[in-house]
């Protein structure tokens, strides 16, 4: 599954429709209420599930859990997906590694995020940072889909970012001190099983949920050239130095010149706690 690499280029991100067929889809609806009840394993911040709660009460309790990949094997392969390894070799090259995963559960009510670019929090060293964000519900702007400014990643320019207490927001940081304007954003309506990729740099957010009924999620993956390294997290414990390469990835596509490196495993799956980000909505 091929996207228009001159147009991606130019405005900075893609739909590509029907990542995830009807089968795939249901089993990601389901894959995610497991991990919410924590039948795929405890982590930080899951709750106690009683076995006669209705899905909708579980999920509700939840804006979003880090690294889910980590308990859960199916969202792994949905992260290796040959077409979307068709589109990330198309946009970063041959070689491709992933360090995020994150499983948004956004319910009637429960907020968005404010305008930022995903490279401020992930810095990689060659600007190669790109996210595939796959609707498991229509995403709408009733619900809380994404809004982009297109082309806003062209200037290869990270934005300051600075705390906010927008009420139509978490808490997380918002990018300011742009030269575009609200007329510049449009939203990124897409169907279920449809999914957004976009440039690191590129700016965008999301607004509340106001629909009634239902929820908006979303699962996505972060991923980047495997050639470059990642200066990511604050220094260890006992040093002065940060970290260099962070080498808690899974190779997705190609060669890994760093592989003789080994890897790591030191981050755990999380529910989103104050302050976390490196995230697409």
């Not at 228009?4 to 249901?26: C, I, K, N, S, T």
């Not at 965008?204 to 980047?224: C, E």
């Amino acid at each position: 599954m091929i996207i228009d690499h001159a147009a991606y280029a130019r405005e900075g991100y893609a739909v590509v429709h029907g990542l995830l067929d009807d089968a795939a889809l249901e089993a990601a609806r389901t894959e995610a209420s497991a991990i919410c009840r924590g039948q795929r394993g405890a982590f930080d911040g899951i709750a106690d599930s009683a076995g006669n709660e209705q899905d909708l009460d579980v999920l509700r309790r939840y804006l979003c859990i880090h690294f889910p990949h980590k308990i859960s094997p199916f969202l792994l392969h949905l992260a290796r997906l040959p077409a979307a390894v068709d589109v990330l070799t198309t946009v970063i090259g041959p070689n491709v590694k992933m360090m995020q995963s994150m499983l948004f559960i956004k319910s009637a009510g429960r907020p968005g995020q404010a305008w930022h670019q995903d490279e401020t929090f992930i810095p990689t060293r060659d600007r190669s940072l790109t996210a595939i964000w796959i609707a498991l519900d229509d995403a709408t702007v009733e619900n809380g889909c994404l809004w982009v400014i297109p082309g806003s990643h062209r200037p290869g320019v990270l934005y300051p970012a600075r705390d906010q207490d927008d009420a139509r927001f978490d808490c997380t940081q918002e990018a300011y001190g742009f030269a575009y304007h609200e007329e510049h954003a449009v939203p990124v309506e897409v169907p279920a099983g449809a999914a957004v990729v976009f440039n690191g740099y590129l700016l965008h957010r999301s607004l509340p949920n106001t629909g009634r009924h239902g929820m908006r999620r979303a699962l996505v993956h972060h991923y980047m050239s495997a050639e470059s390294l990642l200066p990511w997290f604050p220094p260890a414990p006992g040093t002065t130095m940060g970290k260099h390469d962070h080498r808690d990835i899974v190779l997705i596509a190609g060669e890994d010149p760093y592989a003789f490196r080994g890897t790591d495993d030191v981050v755990q799956p999380h529910v989103r706690h104050n302050g976390d980000g490196g995230c697409a909505r």
